[in-house]
């Protein structure tokens, strides 16, 4: 499915992006393992694999002249197969990406992810892709595209800085993240209502969302709450990104749905599922 919207952001020429998120190339190296995407078409056929998603995302970025963006889990799982599949789409599209939680994880590897984790892959990793997939920006006809790594639910100290400084160029901005910011009612649906989003209920409940205040997750799995709680200091940030008025649209993935939601009067969040594409036409 292809969704379509329009931001009328002051923009000096007219433009669109073709937003993707949650590919999940699982391409692993040698050995007996099967190709993922396969198992997950012989289990249900109508399921694009990722190949075909990337493909059609190519496809609608040519019709329209359009600048492909990526919001994360590109890849399932590190390995030098993944990566180098991720190299070239990248390099043969332009791709524009901000990093996923998936980017940085092994093969089968539940080990808590955080800073010290992702330092383990992120060089090699990061080689894979032209732009810094942590944070980074690119000007299209005086509007920012501003790319950040929110996958852990924290935004760092030099992310904050980063961000001030994009501020600072008074460019309105298009904000690109792999988990959505926090946002009542769909935390509620994501949380209690799942089935009206076409999502199955979790084992371990939980949204998935940076920023849950800390009384919103008194029914998270224990585990979820140590995963997905965002200190204070991101707390504050996001907050600071619903008032300032350069931010004007929100572009994320990660939760497997579609789904639209404001984060204040001026500021809409749209949500990408893994098998659709989100055209956003931009003036």
């Known amino acids: 499915m292809i969704l379509e919207t329009k931001l009328q952001l002051g923009a000096a020429a007219p433009f669109s992006l073709v937003h993707l998120?949650?590919?999940?190339?699982?391409?692993?190296?040698?050995?007996?393992?099967?190709?993922?995407?396969?198992?997950?078409?012989?289990?249900?056929?109508?399921?694009?694999?990722?190949?075909?998603?990337?493909?059609?995302?190519?496809?609608?970025?040519?019709?329209?002249?359009?600048?492909i963006v990526h919001t994360g889990d590109l890849t399932?799982?590190?390995?030098?197969?993944?990566l180098e599949h991720a190299k070239r789409f990248v390099s043969e599209t332009g791709c524009f990406?901000?990093?996923?939680?998936?980017?940085?994880?092994?093969?089968?590897?539940?080990?808590?992810?955080?800073?010290?984790?992702?330092?383990?892959?992120?060089?090699?990793?990061q080689k894979a892709f032209a732009n810094n997939i942590r944070m980074d920006s690119k000007v299209i006809?005086?509007?920012?595209?501003?790319?950040?790594?929110?996958?852990?639910?924290?935004?760092?100290?030099?992310?904050?800085?980063?961000l001030k400084e994009q501020v600072r160029k008074g460019l309105p901005i298009i904000l690109l993240v792999h988990a959505p910011i926090y946002e009542?009612?769909?935390?509620?649906?994501?949380?209690?209502?799942?089935d009206r989003l076409g999502l199955k209920v979790l084992a371990e409940a939980c949204t998935y969302m940076i920023g849950v205040p800390?009384?919103?997750m008194v029914d998270y799995a224990p585990n979820r709450?140590?995963?997905?709680?965002?200190?204070?200091?991101?707390?504050?940030?996001?907050?600071?990104?619903?008032?300032?008025?350069?931010?004007?649209?929100?572009?994320a993935g990660h939760i497997h749905c579609n789904c639209e939601c404001r984060l204040s009067a001026s500021l809409p969040q749209y949500v990408i599922s893994k098998n659709d594409l989100r055209l956003v036409h931009v003036c």
């Open 214 to 216: 800390e009384e919103k």
């Open 141 to 162: 006809n005086g509007v920012n595209l501003v790319a950040l790594d929110d996958s852990y639910y924290q935004i760092d100290e030099a992310q904050r800085a980063f």
């Open 97 to 125: 990406v901000a990093a996923g939680n998936h980017e940085f994880r092994g093969y089968q590897d539940h080990s808590f992810e955080d800073a010290a984790y992702r330092s383990r892959s992120e060089a090699m990793v």
């Open 184 to 194: 009542p009612e769909l935390f509620d649906t994501l949380m209690y209502h799942r």
């Open 225 to 251: 709450v140590l995963q997905q709680r965002s200190d204070a200091a991101t707390m504050e940030t996001l907050e600071w990104i619903r008032r300032e008025p350069l931010f004007r649209a929100v572009l």
């Open 76 to 82: 399932d799982f590190v390995s030098a197969a993944n």
């Open 21 to 67: 998120s949650d590919t999940h190339l699982a391409h692993p190296d040698g050995g007996d393992l099967a190709e993922i995407p396969e198992k997950v078409r012989l289990s249900d056929p109508t399921i694009p694999t990722p190949a075909e998603r990337l493909a059609r995302a190519v496809q609608l970025s040519r019709e329209h002249s359009a600048q």
